[in-house]
C-alpha cells in the first residue's frame, strides 16, 4: 500500500505556483487576484475560506473576502457578482456555498462571469468539461485528478466507481474519468443514495471514489484487493479522546481499508489539500486568459 500524500503534493504544487507568480511579477505582469464571497458565518464555510485565502497569499496571488450577513439577499449578492464580474483587476471569483435557504444557489452559480468561474460551477463550464473543451474544472476533481498523474497510476480500461453524485465532486468526477485522455478512459460507474447492491458494486471497482459525505461509510469488505481508495470525506465527528472535542474522518474506513490497497489517500493530508491547489492553479488560468 501507497498513500497517496496530499500534504507533499500539494507543497510541491504550491511552489511551482509561487514560481510563476513571481516570474509574472518580475516582468511587470498583472498578479492573480482571487475573490472569495462567504455569506453568513457557517463554521466549516469559515476554515474553508479562510485557508483559501491564506494559500493564494502564501504563493504571492492577491485574495480579497467579502463577507455578508446571512440576511444579505438574493438580488444585493447578485449585484455583488456583476461588481466583481466587471473589476478587471479580479480574476477569479468563488462565492462559496452552502448558501442561505433563502437564496437560490444556481442563479448565483450561473451570473458568475464563466471566465472568472474558478471553481468551474458555472454550466457552461460543465458542458465544456462534458465536451472535453478548455473549461475551469471544479477543484475538487481537478485535484483527483491532478494526484493520480503525479503518482503516474494507469487508468485505462479501469472500473471507476464513484460514490456520490454531488453537482460539485461526484458528478464531474464521474464525466472527468471517462474522457477519452489521461487520467480517464475508465468504465465509470456512478452511485448514490438509490443504488442497489452498492457494497458489491464497490467490491468491482479499480478505482473507488467516496464522496458521499459520510464518515468511514467505506468498509474494508467493499473494497477489491489491490485497488486505488481516493476519499474526498472530510467530517468533524465527535471525539471525546480529542483535546479539540472532535476529530476529522474521510468517507473510508481507513485502518481496515488501507491494507487492501495499492494506493489511497489519507484524511487529513489527502484530497482538502489538492483542492486549494486547484483553485490557486485556476485563478492563475483566470489571470492568463489561458482558458477564455
Ligand atoms: N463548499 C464546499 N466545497 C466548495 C467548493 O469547492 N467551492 C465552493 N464555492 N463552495 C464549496
Known sequence: MQLLDGKFLSAQIKLEIAAEVAQINQQGGKIPHLVAILVGNNGASETYVASKMKNC????MHSTLIRFDPSVTEAELLDKVREVNENPDMDGLIVQLPLPDHINPDRVMETINPAKDVDGFHPINIGRMAKGLPAYISATPQGVLEMIKRYDIETAGKHCVVVGRSQIVGLPMSILMQRNTYPGNCTVTITHSRTQNLAEICRSADILVAALGKPEFVTADMVKEGAVVIDVGLERVRD????????????????????????????????????????????????????Y
Open 57 to 60: 497569499e502564501e504563493v504571492g
Open 240 to 291: 471525546a479522546s480529542k483535546k479539540s472535542g472532535f476529530s476529522l474522518k474521510g468517507d473510508v474506513k481507513f485502518d481496515e481499508v488501507a491494507p487492501k490497497t495499492s494506493f489511497i489517500t489519507p484524511v487529513p493530508g489527502g484530497v482538502g489539500l489538492m483542492t486549494i491547489c486547484s483553485l490557486m492553479q485556476n485563478t492563475l488560468k483566470a489571470a492568463r486568459g489561458e482558458i
